[in-house]
């Protein structure tokens, strides 16, 4: 079956844009990328003119665009929504290079008309397994507010970053909207509140583990054997079951090792590529981990220089209140005392 394909994800971090950036223009190596038709890969839409050899430029060109609006940024905005748009690769079997950026332009196409202006990179790979589109979307939301005094009636515009719109009923219309624009294809969408989630690396290997190593042959022979104790009693022999199902079962048997050559290259690189993204994480964790503890030794050794400034503060503190004692009790305590002492001061000066 031929599946429209739309995935999502919320972009928070800039560090996140430049990411997404490096992959997207191919600024790092990837084992699943074949560089040899990176040149095939084609931009449709880039309206921040970010200069695509550099991995930095898409997030300092957003800042900007960004602070021209006036922007007032939270610490929780979404900076960016990413997109990405494929089909089965059954769809893209024997379709012609022109037939591709036909079905692309068509992607571009939608999402122009669903998202505007805040459309800001659109680009197609096609040096991977299966062709397919990368779309970045601003999160910028331009409202306006009414103001009223002795003059008359203001309007005011504001902008700025939302992203509230995109949750669960938005993107499954969405994702229905995005499928019936492409039913020209022969495109269908997948099935609608389906529960599906993405599973864990570890998870995945065990899925991986699972599908390459199971013996099909063996839980085939437990069916037969189970439908004789359930169904047939004694009435049919075990051998008159297998005998009857045989052509059905080799079949079977034979898809399935079809299907496990076929798709076992595929699972080993795709298992391969999770690895390779699991260990820049662990990587990338070990450096947050180090930063941390920088800054917290940074912050201990703040405490204590603040510690040693209060102290001192304390006794400078201390010495005034011992001081100005002191200048009380060689006062005397009484006016004329004090007369008496400053006259034989003034005679000492002479």
């Not at 007032?72 to 379709?95: G, T």
């Not at 309007?155 to 219309?173: C, V």
């Amino acid at each position: 079956m031929n599946n429209n394909i739309l995935r999502t994800e919320k972009v928070k971090s800039r560090s996140q844009i430049t990411q997404a950036a490096e992959h997207n223009f191919r600024l790092r190596d990837q084992n699943n990328i074949d560089s040899n038709r990176s040149h095939l890969n084609k931009i449709f839409v880039n309206t921040l003119n970010v200069d695509t050899k550099k991995s930095s430029d898409l997030q300092e060109k957003l800042t900007s665009f960004y602070q021209s609006l006036d922007i007032k940024e939270k610490k929780d905005n979404v900076l960016m929504m990413e997109f990405v748009v494929s089909a089965s690769p059954e769809f893209f079997e024997k379709k012609s290079a022109k037939q591709i950026d036909e079905w692309a332009a068509h992607q571009v196409e939608f999402f122009k008309k669903e998202f505007g202006e805040q459309l800001k990179i659109a680009i197609l790979h096609l040096d991977e397994k299966t062709p397919h589109l990368h779309f970045m979307i601003g999160t910028e939301i331009k409202s306006v507010k009414k103001y009223r005094n002795q003059k008359g009636e203001f309007f005011k515009e504001t902008w700025s970053l939302n992203a509230k719109r995109y949750d669960p009923d938005f993107l499954s219309a969405l994702h229905t909207r995005h499928a019936d624009w492409n039913k020209k294809f022969g495109l269908k969408r997948g099935v609608k509140g389906s529960m599906r989630k993405h599973k864990s690396l570890k998870e995945f290997y065990a899925m991986v583990d699972k599908a390459l190593n199971s013996d099909y042959a063996k839980q085939i022979e437990k069916s037969i054997e189970s439908l004789e104790t359930s169904f047939f009693s004694n009435k049919v022999s075990i051998e008159e079951v297998r005998e009857k199902f045989k052509p059905i079962l080799n079949n079977v048997l034979k898809q399935n090792k079809a299907l496990r050559e076929k798709y076992a290259l595929d699972i080993k690189q795709w298992a391969e590529d999770l690895s390779k993204r699991d260990a820049e994480l662990k990587e990338k964790e070990e450096v947050l981990k180090q930063r941390n503890e920088v800054y917290a030794d940074a912050i201990n050794r703040a405490i204590v220089d603040a510690q040693l400034i209060q102290e001192q503060q304390n006794i400078i503190k201390k010495l005034k209140e011992e001081n100005s004692t002191l200048l009380h009790k060689l006062g005397g305590g009484d006016l004329a005392k004090k007369s008496t002492l400053k006259s034989t001061s003034q005679k000492v000066k002479l």
